[in-house]
């Protein structure tokens, strides 16, 4: 559940833990002051483990057109041996 960061007419601010589906607070619910939404700088997204770039392919990194085909030398035909 997200949480809000709300900002009363004083100026100061608070936050609420708030369903995304619910509408935003009108009024405090402390002191009954109007209150507006406000963007804040942290997401709050977390990145753990290893990391997606190593995660999404394997040691050798993503593959090519070439290298899929079964063409080493790109010339649109294999190499039958």
Same mark, same amino acid.
């Given at each position: 559940?997200?949480?809000?960061? &709300?900002?009363?007419? %004083? =100026? *100061?601010?608070?936050?609420?833990? @708030?369903?995304?589906?619910? $509408?935003?607070?009108?009024?405090?619910?402390?002191?009954? @002051?109007?209150? !507006?939404?406000?963007?804040?700088?942290?997401?709050?997204?977390?990145?753990?483990?290893?990391?997606?770039?190593?995660?999404? &392919?394997?040691?050798? =990194?993503?593959?090519? !057109?070439?290298?899929? *085909?079964? $063409?080493? $030398? =790109? %010339?649109?035909?294999?190499?039958? *041996?």
């Amino acid at each position: 559940m997200p949480t809000y960061t &709300y900002r009363r007419e %004083d =100026g *100061s601010t608070f936050e609420v833990d @708030q369903p995304i589906t619910e $509408d935003p607070l009108d009024a405090c619910p402390e002191t009954g @002051q109007d209150v !507006e939404r406000i963007i804040t700088d942290n997401p709050g997204v977390i990145f753990k483990g290893d990391g997606f770039h190593v995660n999404d &392919y394997d040691e050798h =990194g993503p593959k090519d !057109e070439a290298s899929t *085909s079964g $063409d080493a $030398d =790109g %010339d649109g035909e294999t190499d039958a *041996s």
